[in-house]
């Protein structure tokens, strides 16, 4: 598939301020680790909407003409496109009252302020959640259609969004403690999720030419695709990389986007390093792994269109 910037941009910015507003709400209302005092919650709040509302608006960019976005709020019963767009509505005004009431209650919100909270909370993971099904509920890219894609924009949200709670943290004077705990549990949850995911999608089961044809008695193969150049098709649905340039990226997916960042979070636990240097170096190195890795997500999908335009199989 053509891995577009803005999908990319969106889903990486959108699943991280969403992860990172969950796990606030988390660590705020739960007490793990030092207490967070009003002015730490507000920064990481306002940063996990500015994040949030950058990602979103990057989802229309890809659109011919942005205003067709409005039709993607009234399929709510049928489309997750529409799940989607509603739910992160819908988590704006419960979130920004969770920290007007954390910012008003000092270090004791008041209870609305709490309930607001976990509305939040739960709205952004059923936003995450959304987001992953998208991909998901599309059967004709073998590649997408499975429940590993939903839990991994799950995994991979909350991952980011602990790697920047444990920067803003650290950034704010406070050891991250337990958050460091935490944030590296995920990420080495989300490490080997991909891990299954990228030997999951390697399997030969996808469907073939012969199926696609009908003739299962031997061999089919395309002498001819019907066009001399490339077509709409070709282009958006015709993206490849080889497999040398997968096993690369793949590698670095890993080993930038969790294996890194997991080594980091060890060592700012341990205190023997800057802490400043270590929580820039954890985000640098967790946003790039990331963003290869949706790059990577949206380029190794292969729609069935393929294989009347050569391919064997998906």
């Known amino acids: 598939m053509k891995p577009a910037?803005?999908?990319?941009?969106?889903?990486v910015s959108s699943g991280a301020g969403l992860g990172l507003f969950m796990l606030l709400v988390l660590v705020n209302g739960l007490g793990i680790g030092p207490a967070m005092a009003p002015g730490e919650v507000m920064a990481a709040g306002i940063l996990a909407l500015a994040l949030t509302v950058v990602g979103l608006v990057s989802s229309t960019l890809h659109l011919a003409n942005p205003r067709n976005a409005i039709k993607a709020f009234n399929r709510f019963r049928s489309s997750w496109l529409s799940r989607e767009g509603v739910l992160s509505l819908l988590f704006f005004p419960f979130a920004l009252a969770y920290l007007v009431g954390v910012w008003s209650g000092g270090d004791a919100p008041?209870?609305?302020a709490q309930g607001a909270g976990i509305v939040a909370l739960l709205l952004a993971a059923a936003t995450v959640f959304s987001t992953g099904m998208i991909y998901a509920s599309l059967k004709p890219i073998?590649?997408?259609h499975n429940p590993l894609v939903p839990a991994g924009y799950l995994l991979m949200g909350l991952a980011t969004g602990g790697v920047l709670l444990s920067a803003v943290r650290v950034f704010g004077g406070a050891a991250p403690g337990p958050l460091t705990a935490l944030t590296a549990g995920l990420l080495l949850a989300g490490g080997l999720l991909k891990l299954i995911y990228y030997f999951?999608?390697?399997r030969p089961a996808g469907p073939t030419l012969n199926a696609a044809i009908g003739f299962t008695g031997r061999r089919a193969h395309l002498l001819d695709v019907g066009h001399g150049h490339g077509t709409f098709l070709t282009e958006e649905f015709g993206h490849a990389i080889g497999p040398r340039a997968s096993l690369v990226l793949r590698t670095f997916a890993l080993v930038a986007g969790f294996l890194v960042p997991l080594l980091l979070l060890i060592a700012l636990g341990s205190g023997d390093a800057s802490p400043m240097v270590l929580g820039v170096l954890v985000v640098l190195s967790a946003f790039a792994g990331v963003l290869v890795e949706r790059w990577l997500f949206l380029v190794e999908g292969r729609h069935v269109v393929n294989l009347y335009h050569g391919a064997q199989r998906t």
């Open 5 to 11: 910037l803005s999908l990319i941009l969106f889903t």
């Open 110 to 112: 008041p209870a609305w």
């Open 142 to 144: 073998r590649q997408w």
């Open 200 to 202: 999951w999608i390697g």
